[in-house]
């Protein structure tokens, strides 16, 4: 799975996009919003507000009950507001 993050998550997190191996019990963005910041203090500060944070997987909006697999690309991003 490929993660991306963007606006201020990159930052706090520290990069800007990584592969990663979830658990095999992370098999939905809930499941992957819930383990992300057991990875540590950067993620647990830069996840920690989750109605502050978005995710897209494969580039649609996608909602906590939605599957994710191996091969996804999953972006995080704060609410994107427009004029």
Same mark, same amino acid.
């Given at each position: ?11 706090? !997190?520290? !990069?800007? $996009? $990584?592969?990663? $191996?979830? &658990?095999? $019990? %992370?098999?939905? %963005? =809930?499941?992957?919003? *819930? ?5 540590? &203090?950067?993620? +647990? *500060? +830069?996840? =920690?507000?989750?109605?502050? !944070?978005?995710?897209? %997987?494969?580039?649609?909006? =996608?909602? &906590?009950?939605?599957? !994710?697999? =191996?091969?996804? *690309? %999953? +972006?995080?991003?704060? &609410?994107?507001?427009?004029?």
């Amino acid at each position: 799975m490929k993660l991306l993050y963007f606006a201020w998550l990159r930052p706090r !997190i520290g !990069i800007g $996009e $990584e592969p990663v $191996e979830p &658990p095999a $019990e %992370v098999r939905t %963005v =809930a499941d992957l919003l *819930e383990w992300l910041p057991t990875r540590g &203090p950067r993620f +647990a *500060e +830069a996840l =920690a507000d989750r109605n502050a !944070i978005r995710v897209a %997987v494969n580039q649609d909006y =996608a909602k &906590p009950a939605d599957p !994710i697999g =191996a091969g996804d *690309e %999953v +972006a995080l991003f704060p &609410p994107v507001t427009g004029g």
